[in-house]
T-cell receptor, first 115, second 112 residues
Framework: EPEVTQTPSHQVTQMGQEVILRCVPI?????FYWYRQILGQKVEFLVS????????KSEIFDDQFSVERPDGSNFTLKIRSTKLEDSAMYFC?????????????FGDGTRLSIL | GEDVEQSLFLSVREGDSSVINCTYT??????LYWYKQEPGAGLQLLTY?????DMKQDQRLTVLLNKKDKHLSLRIADTQTGDSAIYFC????????????FGSGTRLQVQP
């Protein structure tokens, strides 16, 4: 069964550094998402992406964050000038369409640890 | 508003049924989802139900939806130790914000 893959599985970065989290969505999916889960808290929506542009973003997704689809397969989340509070599990997801009857399929996540 | 609530912990014996409950507040939700997260793993889609349905069954899983009370439950029949995980319910709307809104997750512990 096709799946969403994320790399790396664990990223350790010094505070203030930039980090790029990578995702390969399911190949025929058109909508891509990033969510995060701070330890002990709920899974929170960050951003959705379609047709090479952001279609929706949450209040968390400020100027520190950016997303990109640099080629036909990868979808990346860049976090500039990382802060301690950016430490979390980051999940990528993809779906065929944006409507609620098109399930979002998730990767295994990247655990980001900011020191 | 948009808030999804779940109880935090459930412990059952192997072979018993498990019932995990969820309440949501957004009346415009159209699909409600259940995801499973095993330790160190991602969110695995288990099942989902359209908000005009009352029940959906898929092998050992039964989803019940009470739209009037905005209450959703996931029943796992003949629970196995491999079912031990965190179970998240999530709502998805077709109006306003279309992202998934997750509950805090219920940790299911299955005792042998």
């Amino acid at each position: 069964e096709p799946e969403v893959t994320q790399t790396p599985s664990h990223q350790v970065t010094q505070m203030g550094q930039e980090v790029i989290l990578r995702c390969v969505p399911i190949s025929n999916h058109l909508y891509f998402y990033w969510y995060r889960q701070i330890l002990g808290q709920k899974v929170e929506f960050l951003v959705s992406f379609y047709n090479n542009e952001i279609s929706e973003k949450s209040e968390i997704f400020d100027d520190q964050f950016s997303v990109e689809r640099p080629d036909g397969s990868n979808f990346t989340l860049k976090i500039r000038s990382t802060k301690l509070e950016d430490s979390a599990m980051y999940f990528c997801a993809s779906s065929l369409g944006p409507t609620s009857n098109q399930p979002q399929h998730f990767g295994d996540g990247t655990r980001l640890s900011i020191l | 508003g948009e808030d999804v609530e779940q109880s935090l912990f459930l412990s059952v014996r192997e072979g018993d049924s498990s019932v995990i409950n969820c309440t949501y507040t957004d009346s415009s939700s159209t699909y409600l989802y259940w995801y499973k997260q095993e330790p160190g793993a991602g969110l695995q889609l288990l099942t989902y139900i359209f908000s005009n349905m009352d029940m959906k069954q898929d092998q050992r899983l039964t989803v019940l939806l009470n739209k009037k009370d905005k209450h959703l439950s996931l029943r796992i029949a003949d629970t196995q130790t491999g079912d031990s995980a965190i179970y998240f319910c999530a709502e998805h709307r077709d109006t306003g914000r279309r992202a998934l809104t997750f509950g805090s997750g219920t940790r299911l512990q299955v005792q042998p």
